[in-house]
């Protein structure tokens, strides 16, 4: 049960930006200029960022917005979606780019402690191809999470155990992106 | 050296956040609401931002924590010290009890969102706190655990001088996040 009163059956994150709609602004803005717009002079695409984020949730082990992006993610990247499980289950055989595996080891790194992202980190990850937008935004995607993630947890927000449930969030998430519920006045 | 090429002489968040507008400007009014517009009796200004100064010396962030400690400072007296004595242990620091029972939420937050516990919400509100004081202090605490990596995930540059804290300290009490970067009027 969440620790303070939210509508009852919505989910994760939606559940706090309906309650406090003008931090939940913000909140969503700041997602959507990430994970759908990014540096201008990044690589990334929208499934990529959609993978990070899902990634540090991961580490983060927090359920609800590891699945929401994973199954948005998947929706992004159509037929090569399998990639998006096989990252979460192991990086290092992944069939991804170099690039973004320096990335992820960016991300990682910025999750447990951001002091510990090297200068040798960073190098590889240029040594692969990675812009200054790419290690940008991947320190802030990583970064965000950190902190989405914490509000989804310790506010205790509910989290649906159905799989049918994410995909249809990540579908939502990947055409629509990140619009701030309407609230019935 | 900062991970990527940053204008030359900003500090900490500052660097970052002119390289990329895109994102600035909702990370700003975050700031803005979570720590200024939302403030009220209940929760003030100064409590939010010590709160904010709190989380950051917790994850060992030099510049966001003296910078927003330079804030809860200017707000709560200077010569009151309590932003250094909460830093050093916030169970004797001269704050309210609702205070110090919303720093104990805060601190699990830093640690992770499934530490804070039941009982801990439940001793806040014996103490008077209110849904929403208990919602702000964990938005606050997970705002800062972004923040404080944005800026330490990039290596930003952070000044060594305590006056230029005391100066950021004011202007961002006074002025706030949307307004700081912004030309003043004479």
Not at chain 1, 135 to 161: E, K, Q, W
Not at chain 2, 16 to 21: D, V
Request: net charge negative; aromatic share 8%.
């Amino acid at each position: 049960m969440p620790h303070i009163t939210l509508s009852d059956g919505v989910p994760g994150i939606r559940s706090l930006v309906m309650y406090r709609p003008e931090t939940g602004q913000p909140l969503y803005d700041l997602a959507q200029a990430l994970l759908r717009a990014g540096s201008p002079d990044s690589t990334l695409n929208d499934a990529d960022r959609e993978l990070i984020a899902a990634f540090v949730s991961k580490q983060n082990q927090t359920d609800f917005c590891m699945n929401s992006h994973a199954a948005a993610s998947r929706y992004l990247y159509a037929d090569q979606r399998d990639v998006v499980d096989q990252t979460l289950d192991d990086v290092d055989t992944a069939p991804i780019s170099a690039k973004l595996k320096a990335l992820l080891a960016i991300a990682g790194h910025v999750q447990a402690d951001a002091r510990t992202v090297s200068d040798e980190l960073v190098a590889a990850a240029r040594t692969e191809g990675a812009s200054e937008g790419d290690i940008h935004d991947t320190v802030l995607i990583a970064a965000s999470f950190c902190m989405y993630n914490r509000y989804v947890d310790g506010l205790a927000t509910f989290t649906p155990t159905d799989p049918a449930a994410y995909e249809a969030m990540g579908e939502r998430m990947g055409t629509v992106g990140y619009q701030l519920p309407k609230v019935k006045a | 050296m900062a991970h990527i090429p940053l204008p030359d002489g900003l500090p900490g968040i500052v660097g970052p956040m002119a390289y990329s507008p895109v994102t600035t400007k909702p990370l700003n009014e975050l700031a803005e609401v979570l720590l200024r517009t939302n403030a009220n009796d209940s929760l003030t200004q100064g409590e939010r931002e010590l709160i904010a100064s709190f989380t950051s010396r917790r994850n060992d962030c030099f510049f966001c924590s003296t910078c927003h400690g330079a804030v809860a400072d200017y707000l709560l007296g200077r010569d009151n010290n309590i932003v250094a004595q909460t830093w050093e242990d916030p169970t004797t620091a001269p704050v309210s009890d609702k205070m110090k029972a919303l720093l104990v939420i805060a601190a699990s937050v830093q640690i992770g969102g499934k530490y804070v516990t039941p009982e801990q919400i439940e001793a806040a509100r014996a103490e008077g706190a209110t849904d929403r004081d208990i919602h702000d202090t964990v938005l606050i605490a997970a705002a800062f655990c972004m923040f404080n990596r944005y800026v330490d995930g990039l290596a930003t540059w952070a000044p060594e001088n305590p006056a230029v804290y005391a100066e950021m300290g004011e202007a961002l009490a006074t002025r706030g996040y949307v307004n700081y970067n912004e030309p003043q009027p004479a």
